[in-house]
T-cell receptor, first 115, second 112 residues
Framework: KAGVTQTPRYLIKTRGQQVTLSCSPISGHRSVSWYQQTPGQGLQFLFEYFSETQRNKGNFPGRFSGRQFSNSRSEMNVSTLELGDSALYLC??????????????FGPGTRLTVL | DQQVKQNSPSLSVQEGRISILNCDYTNSMFDYFLWYKKYPAEGPTFLISISSIKDKNEDGRFTVFLNKSAKHLSLHIVPSQPGDSAVYFCAASGGYGNKLVFGAGTILRVKS
């Protein structure tokens, strides 16, 4: 079974631009979560989707948004990029909506650099 | 407000010895705890978990201990191997519908 895939793997943008990251979950998985990883901060939860509905949202500004499609693929968008948005963005999928206890399977991440 | 803390940014251990990674939490509503391992250029992978109804869970060389009164959990790796060198993240959740909260991670280096 193919794992979680994320595209692109690397991205360089300038301040003020917007960016869209994509995540394809493991086949059959209906839940997708997004995390931001920065040095010293660990993984910060962004949002979680299940069956196209946002079920949970972390403490990030409204510039961060996401959505999930009927095939469970998910995208996240960051508008008006700031230097502090430079990070590794990780997507994780799980089988059910019990993401707090289900094993989450992570993709390799998208490394975003904002100049 | 960091609800899950891994106070040791890094740990260095000799091959064959025990590695002990620690994690403290502040939210008494957390009832499920997990450890993930991350290699460079890869996403985190699930290692082991423990429910708050237990105080120990074992899987091969990996054992997680939970001390609810101290709000502390630890991951023991015995014996440590060079392939265990990675970043280890502790995570906690408060049950169904609640998000997973991760610590900042501990870099483990196992020297051969």
């Amino acid at each position: 079974k193919a794992g979680v895939t994320q595209t692109p793997r690397y991205l360089i943008k300038t301040r003020g631009q917007q960016v869209t990251l994509s995540c394809s979950p493991i086949s059959g998985h209906r839940s997708v979560s997004w995390y931001q990883q920065t040095p010293g901060q660990g993984l910060q939860f962004l949002f979680e989707y299940f069956s196209e509905t946002q079920r949970n949202k972390g403490n990030f500004p409204g510039r961060f948004s996401g959505r999930q499609f009927s095939n469970s693929r998910s995208e996240m968008n960051v508008s008006t990029l700031e230097l502090g948005d430079s990070a590794l963005y990780l997507c994780a999928s799980s089988l059910s909506d019990r993401t707090s206890t289900d094993t989450q399977y992570f993709g390799p991440g998208t490394r975003l650099t904002v100049l | 407000d960091q609800q899950v803390k891994q106070n040791s940014p890094s740990l260095s251990v000799q091959e064959g010895r025990i590695s002990i990674l620690n994690c403290d939490y502040t939210n008494s509503m957390f009832d499920y705890f997990l450890w993930y391992k991350k290699y460079p250029a890869e996403g985190p992978t699930f290692l082991i978990s423990i429910s708050s109804i237990k105080d120990k869970n074992e899987d091969g060389r990996f054992t997680v201990f939970l001390n609810k009164s101290a709000k502390h959990l630890s991951l023991h790796i015995v014996p440590s191997q060079p392939g265990d060198s990675a970043v280890y993240f502790c995570a906690a959740s408060g049950g169904y519908g609640n998000k997973l909260v991760f610590g900042a991670g501990t870099i483990l280096r196992v020297k051969s």
